[in-house]
């Protein structure tokens, strides 16, 4: 879900594991300078940016940490996880770490310095505010128990865990080290 601590816990995983980083924002941010918020062009762009990291990442072999959030009950979110694990296990490993806070942690996240800084699109925090209650009533953002099959799959409760801590079980879990 937003604000549960992707940007944070990945950045932490990338200084302790060297892989390289695209967080779910560097598109969108693009994307929304130049064609604005949620327009068709904006959505394509972001999309086409994704694809071509992901394309460039297995090309040239390059481990990549990727955040995003999901809607587990949308199928075409499914399929595009899916997608993703297909892309990457031809060349490699594919390893899914989901993670999930209380609301009062998310919102307090919701804040922070850091966030507001890597996430100009964020910086209206009235409205991030309303946009994280609007997609919990709207979308399950997490996914259910056994829902999720992938062999390199991890989920934690990250709610009272530092993001050292965090990325310490991802690395301990998939013994990236």
Known sequence: PQAVGKMTVAENLKE????SLMVNHDSIEVSNKIF???TDAQKELKALIRKDVFDLAVKHDINLIFTVVVAYDL???IDY?????EKFENTGKFYYVELKADLETRLEHNLTPHRLEQKPSKRD?????KDIYK???KYR????EGEIKFENYLRINNTNLSPDEVSNMIIEKFKLL
């Open 16 to 19: 302790k594991i060297g892989y």
């Open 81 to 85: 996880l899916n997608e993703l694990k």
């Open 125 to 129: 925090t009235e409205w991030t505010v």
């Open 135 to 137: 997609t919990m009533e």
């Open 36 to 38: 604005g918020k949620k």
């Open 75 to 77: 199928q075409e979110e």
């Open 141 to 144: 953002l997490n996914s259910n």
